[in-house]
């Protein structure tokens, strides 16, 4: 069974740009989920899909977006990329979402701004 | 709001010693506790889980046991590999009625194990 896919990999954009992630979860699994890592916060929670709908937002600006498509697969949008917004971004999945399944994440996607 | 506080690290044991990585938690309810593990360059795996009190998870000879008395969710193992070194994470998820999938982290303890 396939695990949960970010692309790209690596990004390098410009401060003021903006950048698109893509989050493809397993099979079968209909909420989608998206953290920040960095080493100086930690793990945040950005928010939550479910059945295309954003169920859940953590506390981030309004300049980070995402959406969910009918196939369950989703996106993120960081716009007027500032320099810290360097992070690690991963998606995470469940069947559900409920607070008792387990989430798998993919490998995530390392953004860096010059 | 909720929180986990996890011990300072890093961490550095020679092979076969015991590891114990201590995790507190402060949350309404009941919420499900985990420890994912994180290997360099790679995104966070589900180490093991516990949805409500007094449950043990287990996995890969490491055990957890959810302490409700004492909130916390501390995570063992007997011996300890090389490769066992990574990052440790201890996470919740709040009990709320329906769907909530959001995840509160630790800050994450490095542990180095020597062959």
């Known amino acids: 069974k396939a695990g949960v896919t970010q692309t790209p990999r690596y990004l390098i954009k410009t401060r003021g740009q903006q950048v698109t992630l893509s989050c493809s979860p397993i099979?079968?699994?209909?909420?989608v989920s998206w953290y920040q890592q960095t080493p100086g916060q930690g793990l945040q929670f950005l928010f939550e899909?479910?059945?295309?709908?954003?169920?859940n937002k953590g506390n981030f600006p309004g300049r980070f977006s995402g959406r969910q498509f009918s196939n369950s697969r989703s996106e993120m949008n960081v716009s007027t990329l500032e320099l810290g917004d360097s992070a690690l971004y991963l998606c995470?999945?469940?069947?559900?979402?409920?607070?008792?399944?387990?989430?798998?994440f993919g490998d995530g996607t390392r953004l860096s701004i010059l | 709001g909720d929180s986990v506080t996890q011990m300072e690290g890093p961490v550095t044991l020679s092979e076969e010693a015991f590891l114990t990585i201590n995790c507190t938690y402060t949350?309404?309810?009941?919420?499900?506790l985990f420890w994912y593990v994180q290997y360099p360059g790679e995104g966070l795996q589900l180490l093991l889980k516990?949805?409500?009190?007094?449950d043990k998870g287990s996995n890969k000879g490491f055990e957890a046991t959810y302490r409700k008395e004492t909130t916390s969710f501390h995570l063992e193992k007997g011996s300890v590999q090389v490769s066992d070194s990574a990052v440790y994470f201890c996470?919740?998820?709040?009990?709320?009625?329906?769907?909530?999938?959001?995840?509160?982290f630790g800050k994450g303890i490095t542990l180095s194990v020597r062959p």
């Open positions: 099979s079968g699994h209909r909420s």
């Open positions: 949350a309404t309810g009941y919420p499900s």
């Open positions: 995470a999945s469940s069947l559900t979402g409920h607070s008792n399944q387990p989430q798998h």
């Open positions: 899909y479910f059945s295309e709908t954003q169920r």
């Open positions: 516990a949805t409500k009190a007094d």
């Open positions: 996470a919740l998820s709040p009990y709320l009625t329906g769907a909530n999938s959001k995840l509160t």
